[in-house]
């Protein structure tokens, strides 16, 4: 599952510190958004959501922002671990009929010891 | 395991070979999707399928066949492929929301096919 070879945007944190991955989505009328991880050989996977009638939400470590005006969405990972260390991807969702789900290109986050 | 089960996890063929990519979910699902991921453009919707009928085909090259026999099962029949169709395909599972009122809009993902054509 790793995208090796793609030249992706990189963040490098030291362990402990706090994380935030930032992304640009495209349709005003999208109204919800996912933030997924994907880790070397897997699939992505689900982290967190957020409707677009929502401007933040809070999980286990993690957080989503949403700014509707500048169609901004982040992600915020306190205290990140080593275990943090993979590739993020923002989705858009175009609902109606079925869940389509447009994704951001990615950025990598490398947690250093 | 995601509930979502690709085969096979790599896949080396031939340009002149022709394969097939299974994914089945046991999700109970009703929507599935086949995704491309490569070094040039990460996580291309190639096509979707809700309640076993193809809804989307996302202007992709007539050597990619898809599938889908039932809500369970998605197939993605390869023939004369392009070394730059080496890539990693994703299938992924989701519930409709139109048709059963659920909340949850996430795909569930497995764990892709790596493929290289030689």
């Known amino acids: 599952g790793e995208s090796v070879g793609l030249h992706l945007p990189t963040l490098s944190v030291q362990e402990g510190d706090n994380s935030i991955i930032n992304c640009a989505y495209s349709?005003?009328?999208?109204?919800?958004f996912i933030w997924y991880k994907q880790e070397s050989g897997k699939g992505p996977q689900f982290i967190i959501d957020i409707r677009s009638n929502m401007d933040k939400r809070q999980g286990q470590r993690v957080t989503v922002l949403l700014n509707k005006t500048v169609k901004h969405l982040s992600l915020q990972i306190a205290a990140t671990q080593p275990g943090d260390s993979a590739v993020y991807f923002c989705?858009?969702?175009?609902?109606?009929?079925?869940?389509?789900?447009?994704f951001g290109a990615g950025t990598r986050l490398a947690v250093h010891p | 395991e995601t509930g979502v089960t690709q085969t096979p996890r790599h896949l080396v063929m031939g340009m002149t070979n022709k394969k097939s990519l299974k994914c089945e979910q046991h999700?109970?699902?009703?929507?599935m999707y086949w995704y491309k991921q490569s070094a040039k453009k990460p996580l291309e919707l190639m096509f979707v399928?809700?309640?076993?009928?193809?809804?989307e085909n996302n202007s992709v090259p007539s050597r990619f066949s898809p599938e889908c026999p039932n809500s369970s099962h998605l197939f993605l029949h390869l023939h004369t492929l392009q070394p730059e169709d080496s890539a990693l395909y994703l299938c992924?599972?989701?519930?409709?929301?139109?048709?059963?009122?659920?909340?949850?809009?996430?795909?569930?993902f497995g764990s892709g096919t790596r493929l290289t054509v030689v």
């Open positions: 989705a858009e969702c175009f609902s109606g009929g079925y869940n389509k789900l447009i």
């Open positions: 992924a599972s989701s519930q409709d929301v139109t048709q059963t009122g659920t909340s949850h809009y996430g795909y569930t």
């Open positions: 999700l109970g699902h009703n929507a």
């Open positions: 399928y809700s309640l076993e009928e193809r809804v």
């Open positions: 349709n005003s009328a999208s109204d919800y």
